[in-house]
């Protein structure tokens, strides 16, 4: 096995021995360095547009996209560390997903807005998603990974209509409205003047507080999948057989992968909630959300965390902004005789999933380690 | 069943191998715990047919994907968009032959279904070619790929169905002649409902017949016993799997047209809806066992209409609990498929 050998060759030129002491840089990115110019230059402008997008792209809008990249950018990391990194594909991850963001809605709306009941919502989601991952996990992780896909697609779906039937809980399909702690809502002002064009209200502080929750949480999964812990999972997804013959426990380590990600996902749909103020079933529940975190994961890159921030930027750009174009060439593409049409209706900016779609195929066919995978790999053929 | 190879002797100096009867009694067992638990045998009957009719139509769905996944090993993740494009197929030609369907004549209206039976059939059928050829085979014997294409190809299949027929529901109204029901005693049994079985039924003898009888049914079932002792007495396994593909397709096609019909409406995501019970099915029934499929089918079918009368909370994780318990008793599905 070839990802196999090179996980290995990977793991003996990171030990910290045969290497100077890392800079703080490169100690905060657990010494997995972008290992590409083209993509460090991506990376870094995707932070900068990030942390700075309340100045640099006014509107209500465009802060709702950079938020929703902030999310999605855990959600999605936390998925590869499941799909990319331990070769297990699971239908269930938006079911944790939403685990976190209901949490955080019934907290709230039962207690009022409080960052007790905050805490509280927190708390108790990820002690149901942990608990739920583990009992799926060790269930249904011993047999195939095929087996795997169906049960977490039947659970998801399950999951999905029940939460959609206890209404008097979660508000059913219209979800739930309810009010943040008041330090982070509009209203609240923390200085009367607005710098640079900006009104330093709460809905700033909220996205900051995403920003910095989204990049932590980046940073911890970034550590573990470059543990040894880590290279323990890539070994599991390049040969299971070989991995237990050396004396790991696969089960174990597929579970712990399992309800990690799991965690993970819980933080990230709270996040979620926390910024809308809302959740329903469409929002955090619904298998067209599964089916974008698996888009962003395969066209950024498997088996890498660079390619969750760069398949879930990329991603909700073009799911905000590629409809506009779309709508441009569609209404200019209807206008050509006999195909226009046809035509038309290929490129009306409804169905983008459409092409999305295609490009999902064909990059599990020809880059299926996604945009990360194609970047650092223009930059290692030039020394072999 | 005759996939478990357990039914019929083929030659008098084969060891019988002992039928494994089971799973099979499990179907009457469930169907008469319910009985005291309805009440009302009237109630029951109902109950029992709608049963019976669901899971005739989840098996005929179920078994091409259950087979493909038997020989091949290839898990079709997209094969929800042949039921689809069944079903949407049969809103335009039954919408098309609006004066066979608005005859009185129940054959007429028979007449009608069958062509969009068949139509669906043909469409799916070469779709199903096409998708093997462009989706599936370059995966081969890769799971994770398998998985992500196949769900990929769902994706797009979706969206081009709505590029055809808009994302909109579209009702899909019972011929004339197939609407209202029967009274068997106090019994009211939806005429619809008894065709399905009929269908269903004989789908499943030809099946059988071709499983039981024929060169390429013996292929078929030594196939995914044991893939590489077939190709080694000189049979082309792929060609006999493209067979299979298409086979299934198409039957996912005829079964989307029965399922739109049962539903009275169709909606593109009519697929990914279906899906998740045909998982459910073949799962229990044990990966790639036709026999497993049936007795799944059946009990999937059976027990839903029973617990959406009896609690309709419960109804939704019935299918779930089913699957656990059937797990639980025998890890590897109902029949087991030997090598698996």
Redo the contacts between chains.
Sequence with gaps: MNGAQAAARDASTAAPTDLPRPGLAARLLSNELPRSRALAVLLVLIVLGLAFAPFLFPGAKALNVAAKILVFIVLVASYDLL?GYT?I?SFAHTMFFGIGAYGIAIALTRLGPAWGAVALGVAGAVALSIVLSAVIGL?SLR?????Y???T???A??FQ??AS?LSEITGGEDGLSFKVPEILTPAFSFAGAPFLGVSLDGRLLAYYLLLVAAALLFLVMLRIVNSPFGRVLQAIRENDFRAEAIGYRTVVYRTLSNVLAAVFATLAGALLALWLRYNGPDTSLS?EVM?DV?LMV?IGGMGTMYGAVIGAALFILAQSYLQDVMRIGSTALSGLPFVGEILG??F?P??W??W???L??LS??YF?AGVVGRLRAVKSRSPR | MSSAGASAPVHEALPQVRADWLPVALVPALALAALPLVGSPSTWLTLTVAGLAMGLIVFIIASGLTLVFGLMDVLNFGHGVFIALGAFLATTVLASMETWTASPNVLVNFAAVLAAMLVAMAAAGAVGLAFERVVIRPVYGQHLKQILITMGGMIVGEELIKVIWGPQQIPLPLPTGFRGAILVGDAAIEKYRLIAVAIGLVVLAAMLWVFGRTKVGLLIRAGVQDREMVESLGYRIRRLFVGVFVAGSALAGLGGVMWGLYQQNVVPQIGAQVNVLIFIVIIIGGLGSIGGCFVGALLVGMLANYAGFLAPKVALFSNILLMVGVLLWRPQGLYPVAKR
């Design positions: 799909l070769g594909v269930f047999v195939r990974a095929i087996f896909a169906m049960i697609l039947a659970v779906a399950a209509t029940l039937q298998f089916l698996l395969v209706a290929l009306s409804d169905r999933l459409l999305l779609g295609v999902f195929i599990v066919y299926p």
